[in-house]
């Protein structure tokens, strides 16, 4: 189940535009996180827009990428 508020507050921390291109474009779920978190949006708002457990998106925030 989507929480409609929570698409309602992430879409005023950015353009809806810019949030919809990312969410459209040719990216795995890890790069929507990351780009996403860099535009932003709480880790809330994104695991609502992107319908994932917040856990899921805490853990991909919390680790490195590989050769950084």
Known sequence: ???????QQAASVQDQEEIQAVL???FNTS????ILN???L???AISILLEKRYQHVRNVLMTKL???
């Open 66 to 68: 590989a050769g950084q």
């Open 31 to 34: 790069q929507r996180i990351r």
């Open 24 to 26: 459209k474009g040719n």
């Open 38 to 40: 860099g535009m932003g």
């Open 1 to 7: 189940m989507v929480n409609q508020t929570g698409k």
């Open 42 to 44: 709480s880790t809330m």
